[in-house]
């Protein structure tokens, strides 16, 4: 690879600045997005329409050249080759007609099959490593057990969780069936992305920040470790991100899942999530509303990032996804301040 700074991070070797890229760094931000999604207005067509999921995948990449390229999709994608049917409304997001509420529909699942359910997975990944040609590593991602457990469950985003909730607390032993079926199948996925060419694989348990330690550990936590026993079983090299929002609650017991990587949102200090992790390599952690400031304040906060993460096991990113509105200047200005990284902060220690 011509540049494998994010592998290198993942390792934990030492490094003049750590590699970069943002979540949602492919979307909603971007003119060229916004003009594409104008043109094919249906969600689900610009993720599984392998030229159009290209194309948005290498808009940020061709503007910004970061270090990681990450496959344009969503982390319901694969639920349908189970079973799970679904559509994405726009401004209303993910929409299932029918609920998971009963055993009947749990037992009725079947076990993914990816090169059957998602075909177009493979010439996305693969033609994305192909475009890149290994300027950057390219990423997959998928949707841990509990957070896809609470949409197939509510039917829809939630805000209190009271449904998948009442399930875990009134029958837990039902949502137990679920969540594991879930992990089998997103096990699968995972090793199919690396498969198809995705060189580190993020794990979205955007969700299980809103459950208490107990609860995390009872039916989040078992979950993300059985996936990654799967994975590391047959592609023990490939580096794997975990990322939880609201994760201040639970960041210590988040290693336990077996990563290489912990992705730390917004709401912790840098310094206080390196003393709580230990050893473990980070990625993070910008607030997403710092790029609405001035260039002083997005480079101030940047390189106060990196001061804290320290030079060994940090992939630069945001705590969360970018936010729609955000300058597209400014998002250039966050990409090029971490490349001048290793000279801003000999200039400014």
């Known amino acids: ?17 750590p590699p970069v890229w943002m979540m949602r760094q492919a979307g909603r931000f971007m003119k060229v997005y916004r003009e594409l999604r104008q043109k094919y207005p249906s969600f689900r067509e610009r993720s599984e329409n392998p030229d159009l999921a290209v194309e948005i995948s290498l808009q940020p990449f061709r503007a910004f050249k970061p270090d990681g390229v990450i496959m344009f999709s969503d982390i319901l994608t694969p639920l349908p080759g ?19 509420r009963t055993r009947a529909q749990i037992e009725a699942l079947t076990p993914l099959d990816p090169e059957a359910s998602l075909p177009f997975v493979r010439k996305i990944l693969s033609t994305l490593r192909q475009e890149v040609d290994g300027q950057a590593t390219v990423l997959g991602f998928v949707g841990a057990p509990w957070t896809l457990a609470a949409y197939a469950v509510e039917g829809k985003s939630s805000k209190d969780y009271s449904i998948v909730k009442g399930m875990a607390f009134r029958e837990p032993e039902l949502l137990h069936q679920l969540l594991s079926k879930l992990a089998d199948a ?24 809103r459950l208490n330690p107990i609860d995390y550990e009872t039916f989040a936590l078992p979950y993300e470790q059985q996936i990654v026993r799967q994975v590391k079983a047959t592609h023990p090299d490939t580096p794997l991100i ?45 607030d997403p509303c710092v790029l609405y400031g001035t260039k002083e304040l997005i480079r101030e906060r940047t390189l106060d990032v990196i001061r804290k993460a320290g030079n060994r096991g940090h992939i630069m990113n945001l705590g969360h996804g970018i936010l729609p509105t955000t300058p597209e200047e400014n ?14 902060l000999a200039a400014h220690p």
């Not at 690879?1 to 600045?17: I, S």
């Not at 189970?82 to 998971?100: A, C, L």
């Not at 090793?191 to 995705?198: E, L, M, R, S």
């Not at 998002?331 to 801003?344: I, M, R």
């Open 1 to 17: 690879m011509v540049n494998d700074r994010l592998l290198r991070a993942a390792r934990g070797e030492a490094l003049d600045r």
């Open 82 to 100: 189970m079973g799970i049917p679904f559509d994405i409304v726009e401004s209303k997001g993910p929409m299932f007609e029918d609920p998971i």
């Open 186 to 209: 997103i096990a699968t996925y995972v090793k199919y992305q690396i498969d198809c060419g995705a060189q580190v694989v993020q794990l979205f348990d955007s969700w299980a920040g």
């Open 242 to 286: 975990l990322y939880i929002n609201d994760s201040a609650g639970i960041l210590d017991r988040m290693p336990k899942s077996g990563v290489d990587i912990i992705s730390v949102d917004w709401t912790l200090d840098m310094a206080e999530a390196r003393q709580r992790l230990g050893k473990v390599a980070v990625q993070g952690n910008l």
């Open 331 to 344: 998002a250039a200005f966050f990409f090029e301040t971490v490349k001048q990284a290793d000279h801003l």
